[in-house]
């Protein structure tokens, strides 16, 4: 299977793979990220316990340090987080990059939503 392929299979697992286990109980995708992504989500999911929204942690996880609001991105960061601010790693980027058409933001969104499942199936 190509790496392009393979990584759409994985993201669509990723963003739709709910299942339901012997005793017919529905559980959320198991998460199939990279530990860059991971640590990532769980770093800046943290700030929901301080108030952050859902959509404010989103964009703190997606937004790209070279954009064009980043200075007012940061700005706000620096009001309201109670820990530093950390730029994508390099292999967060590299995910990112492989996973375009919106399926980097689903595969965290869904990871946001119902946590980090990493069950077994």
Not at 18 to 31: C, L, N, S
């Amino acid at each position: 299977m190509s790496d392009t392929k393979d990584h759409l299979r994985v993201a669509m697992k990723n963003i739709n793979g709910f299942y339901i286990d012997d005793e017919q109980k529905i559980h959320p995708p198991i998460t199939n990220l990279p530990d860059a992504v991971i640590e990532r989500i769980e770093y800046f999911n943290e700030l929901r316990e301080d108030g952050a929204t859902f959509l404010g942690v989103m964009q703190l996880i997606l937004v790209d340090e070279n954009c064009s609001y980043i200075k007012q991105i940061l700005e706000e960061y620096d009001m309201f987080a109670t820990k530093p601010w950390i730029p994508k790693s390099k292999e967060f980027r590299e995910w990112e990059d492989k996973n375009s058409f919106g399926l980097a933001d689903a595969q965290i969104a869904v990871a946001l939503l119902y946590g980090i499942n990493k069950g077994i199936k």
